[in-house]
């Protein structure tokens, strides 16, 4: 319970931001770092979607599976692994993402050469260190 008032508060404290992460390869365990990147993007005031390979909710957060229309996506923070990411690029660039985040483990010559070709940022970084150090990016919505 003092963990979800914690969230709340941190939620609280910092306004939404004006931008849509999809964390892509979003799983239920609480022990992963997708699950954990979910629970951060919200805590940190990002509008937050998660795609993963079963159904669930982390916090607040529906975790969708397939391929579903998410709208006004700025960012991907990936955690699908090089081997399983062919059969997500259409997906992705269905998003017209402005940036991918290919987190530790992520890295892909031939993805990050297909967004450079669609005009897409890629970012070998992970998304927990990226917010931890208030580097992730993004406009703030004024209140």
């Known amino acids: 319970m003092l963990l979800q008032a914690n969230r709340l508060h941190n939620f609280v404290e910092n306004p939404l931001i004006d931008m849509k992460v999809l964390v892509l390869?979003?799983?239920l365990k609480s022990d992963r770092y997708s699950y954990k990147?979910?629970?951060r993007l919200r805590a940190a005031g990002?509008?937050?979607?998660?795609?993963?390979?079963?159904?669930?909710?982390?916090?607040?957060?529906?975790?969708?599976?397939?391929?579903?229309?998410?709208?006004?996506?700025d960012t991907i923070s990936l955690y699908v692994g090089q081997?399983?990411?062919?059969?997500?690029?259409d997906y992705i660039f269905s998003l017209k993402p402005r940036?991918?985040?290919?987190?530790?483990?992520?890295?892909?010559?031939?993805l990050m050469q297909m967004a450079a070709e669609r005009g897409v940022e890629t970012e070998m970084a992970c998304t927990l260190v990226l917010l931890a150090t208030h580097q992730f990016g993004g406009p703030e919505k004024t209140v």
Request: hydrophobic fraction near 35%.
């Open 99 to 110: 940036r991918i985040i290919m987190n530790p483990g992520t890295e892909n010559p031939e």
């Open 25 to 27: 390869g979003a799983s």
């Open 46 to 73: 990002y509008e937050t979607a998660a795609v993963g390979m079963q159904t669930g909710a982390i916090g607040d957060v529906e975790v969708l599976t397939g391929r579903p229309e998410v709208p006004d996506v």
């Open 37 to 39: 990147a979910v629970e």
């Open 83 to 89: 081997a399983h990411q062919p059969e997500w690029y």
